[in-house]
């Protein structure tokens, strides 16, 4: 299974086995996507760590 990693809109950076509708990819849906983050336990707007904000 391959993994993806994440930050989270506190700037917490961590991977994730799955990132949902990642197939729809960023110019159908933009590549943020709503995944709980294990630091704050809170459901946040994460973005892969390769994509710059714009």
């Not at 110019?27 to 709980?36: E, I, K, Q, T, V």
Request: aromatic letters at 4%; charged letters at 20%; glycine letters at 12%.
């Amino acid at each position: 299974m391959e993994r993806t990693v994440v930050r989270c809109a506190e700037g917490h950076v961590f991977s994730t086995a799955s990132f949902p509708m990642q197939n729809l990819g960023p110019g159908r849906l933009g590549p943020a996507r709503l995944l709980r983050c294990p630091r704050c336990a809170r459901l946040r707007h994460s973005v892969p760590v390769g994509v710059q904000k714009g």
